[in-house]
């Protein structure tokens, strides 16, 4: 088992005396993923949005990625939500596929059989993992439901496992409710008012994925446990795991593994805050590599705009030398579009085209998982 590191030893180099200039580059991970502190902003301190921020924008024009430490969510409920993930996954198959995955993307998906294209044409066989997908909780009366919107339909819950839902449940809320403080931060990044995206994110778009993540033969290069691939959305919140095997890809071209680090979220940018920033903020390739010798567990949260949020490029990032390089979409036909080319069970009848998204949007998700 790979050691964890500590956040608050690693923050130690920061000065308690005086702040630190807004300028100045946050804490950095493997002299590449930089560490961010959020605790001073979420208190309220004078100051601690602006200066968070700007740790914020270093990270994402240069790698994509960061760890979030001091973002007060009980390491209790994470540990109960890696519980509740082991628990679904031990079922019985034949309890798992009772409530297999459906064209609303919930549900439970086995190992799939065939690699994404992009995957394949790199050699790359099928990721090895299996994954159990929840979204908002929503009642037989709910009106999207009621109408079959797409992604807004009722979960489905495994019938024997007391407790169950209500682990999930509390980690999905809370997580929502951190990344819509968080969202404010990112709004300052990018030299937009604090307010600008809390209409797109009073009721996000979001996925609790749950994902098992077997051990693989770590000589054959073609076999991944989850291929190079970018995440399509906005952010996406990875807890601290106890069994390492993320990596990302550098700017420079280097795989760099992620190391745990206790108390620390992984949280990177997707395609939909890269188009949104008109590429001013990276979507970073990454991979999964269970190369441990033991079941890796993984309950990572996507958290994305409303779906009726028309995603134009933001005020703050075009000009006339620097020119919008993507039309305006509705954040939900993006994610159509995206989850048809993605999975096997979504239907590309319904689906936009590449040429509807953008001339050329397939490279921006060139790294499918």
């Known amino acids: 088992m790979a050691h964890i590191l500590h956040a608050k030893e690693l923050l130690m180099d920061l ?11 946050p804490v950095m991970i493997g002299d590449a993923i930089p560490l961010i502190d959020v605790s001073d902003y979420l ?22 990625f960061y760890y979030l430490a001091g973002h007060g969510v009980p390491q209790k409920l994470i540990d109960d939500t890696y519980a509740a993930a082991a628990r679904f996954h031990a079922q019985p198959m034949e309890a798992k596929l009772a409530v297999k995955v ?3 993307n919930i549900g439970y998906m086995p190992i799939q059989q065939k690699a994404p294209p992009n995957a394949a044409a790199q050699g790359k066989k099928p990721s090895q993992n299996e994954a159990y997908f929840l979204r908002r909780e929503r009642n037989a009366n709910d009106p999207d439901v009621l109408s079959g919107r797409r992604f807004h339909a009722q979960n ?7 407790g169950f839902r209500e682990a999930a449940l509390a980690y999905i809320s809370t997580l929502e409710g951190l990344c819509q403080k968080l969202v404010k931060l990112y709004a300052l990044a990018l030299d937009l008012p604090e307010t600008y995206f809390d209409a797109c994110f009073a009721r996000p778009h979001m996925i609790l994925r749950m994902s098992r993540y077997p051990q693989i033969d770590g000589t054959d290069e073609s076999v991944e446990s989850l291929v190079p691939h970018t995440d399509s959305g906005f952010m996406t919140l990875l807890p601290p795991n106890k069994v390492q095997g993320l990596s990302i890809l550098l700017p420079d071209g280097r795989w760099m593994d992620a190391p745990g680090i206790e108390n620390a979220f992984v949280v990177n940018g997707g395609d939909i805050l890269h188009r949104w920033s008109n590429e001013r903020f990276l979507s970073t390739p990454h991979r999964v590599r269970n190369v441990s010798g033991q079941v890796r567990y993984a309950i990572p949260f996507f958290c994305d705009p409303d779906h009726d949020t028309m995603i134009e490029c933001l005020p703050s990032c075009h000009s006339a030398e620097r020119p919008s390089k993507y039309p305006p979409i509705k954040f939900g036909d993006y994610a159509l579009w995206f989850a048809a080319q993605r999975y096997g069970h979504i239907s590309q009848a319904t689906a936009p085209t ?16």
């Open 15 to 25: 000065s308690t005396s005086s702040p630190i200039a807004a300028t100045a580059p």
């Open 43 to 64: 208190a309220g301190t004078p100051g601690a949005a602006e200066k968070t921020a700007a740790q914020l924008r270093f990270a994402f024009e240069n790698v994509g």
């Open 102 to 104: 459906d064209e609303h």
């Open 156 to 162: 489905k819950w495994p019938a024997d496992l007391p």
């Open 354 to 369: 590449d040429a509807e998204v953008a001339p050329g949007a397939r490279a921006t998700s060139r790294w499918q998982a």
